[in-house]
Nanobody, 119 residues
Framework: QVQLVESGGGLVQAGGSLRLSCAASKSIASFNAMGWYRQAAGKQRELVAFIRNDSYTEYADSVKGRFTISRDDAKNTVDLQMNDLQPEDTNVYYC?????????????WGQGTRVAVSS
């Protein structure tokens, strides 16, 4: 079992920055990938960014050039630096860890951290 705890959410004005952090209860070096997702009320959860254990990254088109995902295997954390935040970035942000054991995938999610951007 893996526990993920997000932190760093809050209220910020448009154009501002926030840094989200996801702390894992186990070594993330063994995780296949970790990612950040977001979900607005009444909408589906969507991918924001993910990073594989080989440090390959992908981003949603809406955040490219503004958000950066990074990992620190020594601290077992994955961070999401969010710059130039806009009101449409207002969401609950969730951390996800994907662990594949042999061929079976295991999905773990954090409880979420709320981000609100005022115009």
């Amino acid at each position: 079992q893996v526990q993920l705890v997000e932190s760093g959410g809050g209220l910020v004005q448009a154009g501002g920055s926030l840094r989200l952090s996801c702390a894992a209860s186990k070594s993330i070096a063994s995780f296949n990938a970790m990612g950040w997702y977001r979900q607005a009320a009444g909408k589906q959860r969507e991918l924001v960014a993910f990073i594989r254990n080989d440090s390959y990254t992908e981003y949603a088109d809406s955040v490219k050039g503004r958000f950066t995902i990074s990992r620190d295997d020594a601290k077992n954390t994955v961070d999401l630096q969010m710059n130039d935040l806009q009101p449409e970035d207002t969401n609950v942000y969730y951390c996800r860890a994907l662990v594949v054991i042999i061929t079976t995938p295991y999905d773990y999610w954090g409880q979420g951290t709320r981000v609100a951007v005022s115009s």
